[in-house]
């Protein structure tokens, strides 16, 4: 059974960075079975989906975010992490982290069947 | 704004049966990209209720259903439960933003 959590700080000051990490526990980031997502639903709104990274490193970032965002991977940790930079009250949400599993052999989504639990973190000084 | 656009709210009496629209445009649904649906219980993650349009994952109720049909996608929720009450979302792809992962608003089920 595959699991996800999420960790970071929940309170984070305007204009600074946004860090948070995904630790998977029940299979392998490089088995190459998941794409490694990044989700968020802000207060009052609904959720929008920041980015994702592949085993290989391989990146898609939400257009809207791309110039704040950077996902990496360690796969020695197997945990994937997130940064988002010059924050602002707007990127005050619960972020979770999701595996959407993929079979490359047929290009086919099994769709974001494992989430994390949710962090909160607020922007404020 | 959403790519893809869903009604803001739904409800229905229990046993009754509700459908949820999410709508998009020949970038996306309208491009045969496949649509995803979530439901979001409040306090919780999201879960995984279809995938790839139409298919159930294993342990979500039968009483759950997915289609689509050119430029939009539905759900469908039969028999209506009390417990059935939560936030609903669809997600799809972006051709015109490759590898885009775009959700819908989100649609909140009230069980009257």
């Known amino acids: 059974q595959v699991k996800l959590q999420e960790s970071g700080p929940g309170l984070v000051k305007p204009s600074q960075t946004l860090s948070l990490t995904c630790t998977v526990s029940?299979?392998?980031?490089?088995?190459?079975?998941?794409?490694w997502s990044w989700i968020r639903r802000p207060p009052g709104k609904g959720l929008e989906w920041i980015g994702y990274?592949?085993?290989?490193?391989?990146?898609y970032y939400n257009p809207s975010l791309r110039s704040r965002t950077t996902i990496s991977v360690d796969t020695s940790r197997n945990e994937f992490s997130l940064k988002l930079s010059s924050v602002t009250a707007a990127d005050t949400a619960v972020y979770f982290c999701a595996g959407e599993m993929y079979d490359y052999k047929i290009q086919y989504s099994y769709g974001m069947d494992v989430w994390g639990q949710g962090t909160t973190v607020t922007v404020s000084s | 704004q959403s790519v893809l656009t869903q009604p803001p709210s739904v409800s229905g009496a229990p046993g009754q049966r509700v459908t949820i629209s999410c709508t998009g445009s020949?970038?996306?649904?309208?491009?045969?990209?496949?649509v995803h649906w979530y439901q979001q219980l409040p306090g919780t993650a999201p879960k995984l209720l279809i995938y790839g349009n139409d298919y159930r994952p294993s342990g979500v109720p039968d009483r759950f259903s997915g289609s689509k049909f050119g430029t939009s996608a539905s759900l469908a929720i039969t028999g209506l439960q009390a417990e059935d009450e939560a936030d609903y979302y669809c997600q799809s792809y972006d051709s015109s933003l490759s590898g885009s992962r775009v959700f819908g608003g989100g649609t909140k089920l009230t069980v009257l």
């Open positions: 029940g299979a392998s980031i490089s088995g190459g079975d998941y794409y």
């Open positions: 020949s970038s996306n649904i309208g491009a045969g990209l496949d």
């Open positions: 990274i592949y085993y290989s490193g391989s990146t």
